[in-house]
Nanobody, 125 residues
């Protein structure tokens, strides 16, 4: 089955950095836009960032803009999310997913599929 696997989540201090990875298996990632989403307990899943198939277009949620960078290496079938200056409010399970539908916006979870199981990011002192 087509799957994405997230990794790289950890417990970090405020102001710290993490690089999350989203690795594809069962299909070639290069033809798909990939989104990163996050979900904190008791909240809805929200978009964090998006990258187009070639990497030429990227989008970021206002809450993370300037602190995160999305990138991809299609040669290794992986999308990355570099997160710097992390804040406690960044604490969540982070998911990546394949954009399946061209909706009105990039950050609608229902437009995505092939969700991974997520990786936990905890920002705390």
């Amino acid at each position: 089955q087509l799957q994405l696997v997230e990794s790289g989540g950890d417990l970090v201090q405020p102001g710290g950095s993490l690089r999350l990875s989203c690795a594809a298996s069962g299909f070639t990632l290069e033809n798909y836009g990939i989104g990163w989403f996050r979900q904190a307990p008791g909240t809805e899943r929200q978009g964090v960032s998006f990258i187009s198939p070639s990497g030429g277009r990227t989008y970021y949620a206002d809450s993370v803009k300037g602190r995160v960078t999305i990138s991809r290496d299609n040669a290794v079938n992986t999308v990355f999310l570099q997160m710097n200056n992390l804040k406690p409010e960044d604490t969540a399970v982070y998911y990546c997913a394949v954009r399946r539908t061209l909706g009105a916006t990039w950050e609608e979870p229902s437009d995505y599929g092939n969700w991974g199981q997520g990786t936990q990011v905890t920002v705390s002192s």
